[in-house]
């Protein structure tokens, strides 16, 4: 472990000596981090300088030159703060031994129902079980990311206790026809294919994907297949108003082998998932904003398996479930240098669940229940000081069907000290509603369960340097909170219970380094410290990149450091510290045909995330893009 440590850090000097060998100063890209537009942090467009939340974005560009399936390994590695489990090379399952827990500064839980995931701005969480499945979100339908780190609850309500992930998917914005391929093969015969075509004509734009991944999985029954398919038409009526429609569907068949220690015969989930929503959206030069319809929906069939030496399960566990609800939000200029945003949302969630029989033995119900819940918000933003203090404040009113209503309020301040310098502090709240699972479903629910609370304190300052050539970021938190739901035994029974506490701190430092239009560098570094342990939220996480493009070729290496990993906190703490080397080539044969190969876990750590879950050793793969 000390020799891998030491060939990370011997490469991480490297990179930062051969930076000044290829700077030009002559021929540099701007990178202007500071006047970024983000649209999730206030629900209108607004630049990063002026919002006092730290937010990190992911581009198409990024997100296009990773040539990854999946959309989570890649906001792993880039997000400072947020930490997403793995078991395997691809899938992340679903029910026990589940992977695809996110958490952000240590919040998010397993399985995540603090962090919030947003589809253009439509929340995507299970209607019974309240957490969304990590194998749903895909690369192909994505045009960039915006993360919140940090509560979000004034604007997005429960569930956004950690922060929010927001996906916006792809817009077709030139003229005609265009289309791309991309097909990739490696490691344990992982299999990756994926078609997307997009079509504007006038005032009409139109994108369809379909995807097909698949893989036989490092270890024996960990098996993964997955179709997926995605659909956006829209017509904008005029400059000012606009809309679109969408649907985004998956099914995945995955298998979860046990733990070493504790293998599993059969254990075999059937998942289906999916997304529509009907957007109508205006802007003008002083008001702007949406009304939204979204509906998700899911159908799961679940074996449970068996142990060696048991039985096989003579039923197995069925569920459908939905959430239909709608948002509205119409932000409006009053007077110079103010933005006020008032919005309303609804949301019903729920579903039926019950364990079927292979016999003709009755199917047993385990849950056939309905809640709605209703808000609303408002929240003010106004500059003064010639523009370089903005002052931001909202307030939300949430009311849950049986726990009633409850007040989320936000402030903060950002503050330009010059061109190249923002300040920024943020005092929010964080809260989330328990789930249906937690309350009426399998021991130990418990329908008195009230929601979960915190309290986040943010000081954070942005800096580019040289030129803009460098954009750096800098955060401190503090995070207390209490209710938290944990299982505890009661009267000799296990029973979930308002008993838990969080208090973390921590720091989270961005830099990139446009050295040149060639070569570009990038890091991300988090600090977590937690008074109360927490499964899977690590206490170091490093990232260091570097890219670099000429002509027809295109290198990336990526170096990610995990340290002080709690896998289990109980009976006894377990802990994981380990260094991942990938790296990519590409090679563009034409203008439109790219070659490619990928390596992971270049070093071949051995190392876990969940424990009793060996990641896999070093894997390569390789493939080739078309775009016609």
Partial sequence: MVAVKKIALYIGICLGAVVPLFADENNVTDTIRLEEVVVTATMTKVNLRNVPMSVSVVSAAEIENRLQPSLLPLLAEEVPGLFISQRGVMGYGVAEGAAGSMNIRGIGGAPTTGVLILIDGNPQYMGLMGHPLADSYQSMMTERVEVVRGPASVLYGSNAMGGVINIITKKQREDGWHHSVQTQYGSYQTLSAELSSGWKKNRFHANANVGYNRSDGHRKNMDVEQWSGYGKAGYDFSTNWSSFIDLNISNTNASNP????????????????????????????RTSGSLKFFYNFGSHTIDDGYAAGAEPKTYRFRSTDHML????????????????????????????????YLDDTPDVPLADIRLNTVAGYVNVQQQVLDN?????????????????????????????ASATTVLKAIVSKGYRNPTIREMYMFPPQNPDLKP??????????????????????????YIEGDNLIQVEPVNGKPRNVNTGKIENKGMEITASYQATNHLRFSANYSLLDMTYKIRMAPEHKLYISGNYTKNRWSIASGIQYIGNLYTQTSPQPVKESFTLWNARINYRVLNDLTFFLRGENLLGESYEIMAGYPMPGTTVFGGVRLNF
Avoid: C
């Fill in 388 to 416: 370089r203090l903005t002052l931001n404040a909202g307030i939300r009113r949430d009311h849950h069907e049986i726990n009633g209503w409850e007040w989320i309020p936000q402030a903060g301040v950002s503050f330009t």
């Fill in 258 to 285: 046990g733990t070493l220690s504790s293998p599993i015969n059969d254990n075999d989930a059937d998942i289906t998932r999916g997304m529509t929503s009907l957007v109508v959206e205006n802007a003008y030069d």
């Fill in 325 to 356: 609800g709608f948002t509205v939000a119409q932000s409006y200029v009053f007077f110079p240098g103010n933005t006020t945003t008032a919005g309303f949302d609804y949301k019903r969630l729920g579903g039926k669940a019950w364990n079927r």
């Fill in 452 to 477: 979960e609370r915190l309290v986040n304190y943010e000081i954070s300052v942005l800096q580019t340097l040289l030129n803009n050539k460098i954009n750096m970021g800098l955060n401190v938190y």
